[in-house]
């Protein structure tokens, strides 16, 4: 099996376990990203794992779960992936990641400009538009 392979796989697997709650399996989700870390992916991975957030906008994928950690380990390098993809396609998981870099001061305002372009998008779920509002109204009371 290729290196593209395990990844393909592992993200397939994340996919085959979301229910009709739209809730992804936190065991396989575990088991999966375990996979993937085992492979020796890094950053490579980021996009492939953003990607698989976009399909599946409002699934609850964790508090904030395994992908969200892994993805988080590459920090300086994720943050261009997650502001490209969060424009493209604004999820309850990755604007919950925009909401994390601002806790930690990186790039705030660039990333509360993007947070307040998703809550009067049209395209985007109300689920999705009201969390980030929530976002930007947490930040104001900081």
Known sequence: MTDMEILEKAIARIEASIDEYDEADTSVIYDSVDAIANAGYKSEAIEALLQLLERHPLTYFGDPGAIVHFIEHFGGEYENFLAESVKRTPTNTTVW??????????????????????????????DIKDRAQEFIDFQANQ
């Open 97 to 126: 990641m925009l909401n994390r870099c601002i806790n930690a001061g990186e790039r705030t305002a660039e990333f509360m400009g993007i947070l307040k372009e998703i809550a009067g998008r049209t395209d985007v779920d109300k």
